[in-house]
C-alpha cells in the first residue's frame, strides 16, 4: 500500500511538471515566435530522482520534483530553465567540448545564455537574481570584450577566476548541467541540423524586437555559432607541393619477379624495387609574417611553432625542405631560409622580429615572384600570411595560392581581395587545438 503511495505521488509529480514545462513552451512561442522551429526540435522529458535538470546536447531530461519546487519559488524558472537549454542547442555549445577546457567551457556557455536572456529583457524569465546578474555580466563584458561562450572562455583562460567567483557564477547561471556533452558523434549528426535552425533564427531576428539593443547578445552568440570551422591542418595540405621521396613504391613493385629472382639465382632479383614514389608533402613554401607593431610577438611565435608542428608530421614533410620566413612591415625586413627541420627549431629558439612599422602587404609578394623568376622555388603553391589584417593588399592575383591568417575577427578589418583566402585562428588554435573560422 506504501509502495503505491509513492508511486501515485510520483504520478502526480510528474503530471504537474508535464504541465509546467508545456506552459513553459507555449509562453516561449507566443513572445517569441522566431524560436518556434527550434521549440519544436528541442526534446523535453522528465526522469525521477536526478536530482538535477540535465541538457544532454540534444534535449532537456527535468527532474519533475525538482523544478514543481522551483517553480513553487519561482514561477519564471521553468521558462527561464527552457530558454536556457534552447539556447545552447540553438549555439551548439555541446559541439565543441573537445577543443575546450570543460570547467571553463560550461561555465563560459551557461554564462552566455543567460546574458543573451537578460538582453531580451522578458518579464516572464525574469527571477530574483538577475539584478546581481546583470551587474556583473556588465563588469565582465568589459574584460572579456564580449559576451559570447568563445569569449567569456578565452578570458578565463587567460584570468582564471577565483574559487569564489566560480560559486558566484554557478549560483547565479547555472540552471542545466552538460555532463553529456562529450558524446561527440551523436552531437555531430543533430548539429547539421541546429546549424540550419540558428541560421534561420539569425535571419528571422531582425523582426524579432523594435528595440535592437535588445538582441544584441543573441545576435552576436549567433553569428559565432554560424561561423565556419575547418581543421587547421587540413588548411594547411592546400598548400602541398608535390614532390618524390626516397622510399619504396609498393604499388609499383612485383613482388613476384623479385623473389623469384631471388630463389632462382641466389642473390640476383629479377627486378629492383622502385626507390622513387609521388606523394604530397610540402616541400616549396613561404610564411610571411607581418612585422608592424600590432602584431604582438608571443602571437607570432604561436603561430610559427603551430605551423610548423603541422608541418613537420612525417606525411607532410620532406626531410629536405625549402620554406622561406619572411618579416615585413612596409618593406621586406628578413628573408630566413629553411632547408632543415634543426634550422626551423633553431628559428623558433633564436629568431627576432623586425621592423614595427606600417603594414604594406605588397612587398612580399613583389619579393617572392622575384624569387620565383630566379629559381628559387620548384613547385611553390602557397604563402601564409600573418596579419592585422590593416595594411595595402596586392592588385594583382600571385602565381600560387595565398592566404591572409588574422587572430581575431574584427569587423573593421578590411576584406581581403577575391583571390586570397581570408583565415581568422583562435586562441586555442595557437595553444593546440585544430580548428579555425573562415
Not at 504520478?11 to 524560436?35: E, N, P, T
Not at 539556447?87 to 556557455?109: I, N, S
Not at 616549396?284 to 610548423?308: E, H, M, N, P, W
Request: aromatic share 12%; net charge negative.
Amino acid at each position: 500500500m506504501e509502495n503505491q503511495d509513492v508511486f501515485d505521488r510520483q504520478l502526480k509529480v510528474q503530471k504537474i511538471a508535464h504541465k509546467i514545462l508545456q506552459l513553459a513552451h507555449d509562453s516561449l512561442l507566443v513572445h517569441m515566435r522566431f524560436l518556434d522551429v527550434a521549440l519544436a526540435k528541442l526534446p523535453v522529458s522528465c526522469r525521477e530522482g536526478m536530482g538535477a535538470h540535465v541538457f544532454d546536447g540534444q534535449g532537456l531530461v527535468c527532474d519533475p520534483l525538482l523544478l514543481v519546487r522551483q517553480y513553487e519559488k519561482e514561477t519564471a524558472f521553468p521558462v527561464r530553465l527552457y530558454l536556457h537549454t534552447l539556447l545552447h542547442a540553438v549555439f551548439y555549445h555541446g559541439c565543441q567540448t573537445e577543443r575546450m577546457k570543460p570547467e571553463y567551457w560550461d561555465m563560459a556557455t551557461d554564462i552566455a545564455v543567460e546574458a543573451v536572456i537578460l538582453d531580451m529583457d522578458l518579464h516572464l524569465v525574469r527571477l530574483s537574481d538577475d539584478g546581481e546578474l546583470d551587474g556583473q555580466l556588465a563588469l565582465l563584458k568589459k574584460q572579456a570584450g564580449g559576451l559570447t561562450a568563445e569569449k567569456i572562455y578565452r578570458y578565463f583562460r587567460i584570468e582564471e577566476p577565483s574559487t569564489k567567483a566560480v560559486a558566484q557564477w554557478r549560483r547565479l547561471c547555472k540552471k542545466d548541467e552538460h555532463i553529456y556533452w562529450n558524446r561527440k558523434e551523436e552531437l555531430d549528426l543533430s548539429q547539421a541540423q541546429w546549424r540550419k535552425i540558428s541560421e534561420r533564427i539569425r535571419a528571422d531576428l531582425k523582426s524579432f524586437s523594435r528595440d535592437k539593443n535588445n538582441a544584441e547578445s543573441m545576435t552576436e552568440n549567433l553569428e559565432e555559432a554560424v561561423r565556419e570551422r575547418y581543421d587547421y591542418t587540413t588548411f594547411l595540405r592546400r598548400f602541398m607541393a608535390m614532390g618524390e621521396s626516397m622510399r619504396v613504391n609498393d604499388e609499383e613493385f612485383d613482388h613476384i619477379f623479385y623473389t623469384y629472382g631471388l630463389r632462382t639465382y641466389g642473390n640476383l632479383p629479377l627486378v629492383e624495387p622502385l626507390e622513387y614514389q609521388e606523394s604530397h608533402k610540402i616541400k616549396d613554401f613561404v610564411i610571411a609574417i607581418d612585422t608592424s607593431a600590432s602584431c604582438r610577438g608571443a602571437t607570432v611565435q604561436a603561430f610559427l611553432r603551430k605551423t610548423y608542428n603541422i608541418m613537420q608530421e612525417s606525411e607532410n614533410f620532406f626531410s629536405k625542405i625549402n620554406v622561406h620566413i619572411i618579416q615585413c612591415d612596409s618593406q621586406v625586413q628578413q628573408d630566413v631560409k629553411i632547408v632543415e627541420r634543426a634550422e626551423f627549431d633553431a628559428f623558433l629558439k633564436n629568431g627576432k622580429l623586425t621592423g614595427f612599422g606600417s603594414t604594406d602587404f605588397r612587398p612580399v609578394f613583389e619579393y617572392v615572384d622575384e624569387l620565383l623568376a630566379k629559381g628559387e622555388f620548384e613547385d611553390l603553391k602557397g604563402l601564409i600570411y600573418f596579419t592585422d589584417g590593416y595594411g595595402i593588399y596586392p592588385e594583382r592575383m600571385p602565381a600560387y595560392d595565398a592566404a591572409f591568417v588574422f587572430l581575431k575577427e574584427d569587423d573593421n578589418v578590411p576584406k581581403v581581395p577575391p583571390w586570397a583566402i581570408r583565415i581568422v585562428l583562435d586562441e586555442e588554435t595557437l595553444e593546440g587545438e585544430e580548428s579555425y573560422e573562415l
